[in-house]
């Protein structure tokens, strides 16, 4: 019988993002702010949010009851992509100078 992978997501909770990411974006330092950044969000295994590799799982998910009714619970893999999504989304905001961060209102995922 074949298994079923549940896949985990990166989640460095505990990093120092100024570390690495010294400056913060304006609009005349796009490359050098790209470069830390993407250096620190390829240290930590986390492309795959950006580039679009991963895709958000469902939120919820259906399941069958004894009585055998169906209802739908809350997905467990969404709520563990949301996290690292959300903590990758919060390294970004962070190294946005304020001149800037008017162009992320709306933007809900680190991909957007």
Not at 22 to 28: A, D, E, G, M
Not at 47 to 75: L, Q, S, W
């Amino acid at each position: 019988m074949a298994s079923i992978v549940t896949p985990s997501y990166p989640y460095p909770y505990n990093l120092n993002v100024t570390n690495f990411v010294t400056i913060k974006l304006n609009q005349t330092n796009f490359l050098i702010w790209k470069t830390q950044l993407l250096g620190l969000i390829k240290s930590q295994d986390m492309t795959e949010f950006i580039e679009g590799e991963t895709v958000a799982p469902e939120p919820t998910i259906k399941h069958t009851k004894e009585d055998g009714t169906v209802e739908e619970r809350v997905n467990p893999i969404y709520q563990a992509w949301r996290k690292s999504d959300r903590l990758l989304r919060g390294w970004i905001t962070g190294t946005l100078a304020e001149e800037v961060m008017g162009t992320i209102i709306g933007l809900q995922t680190s991909k957007e």
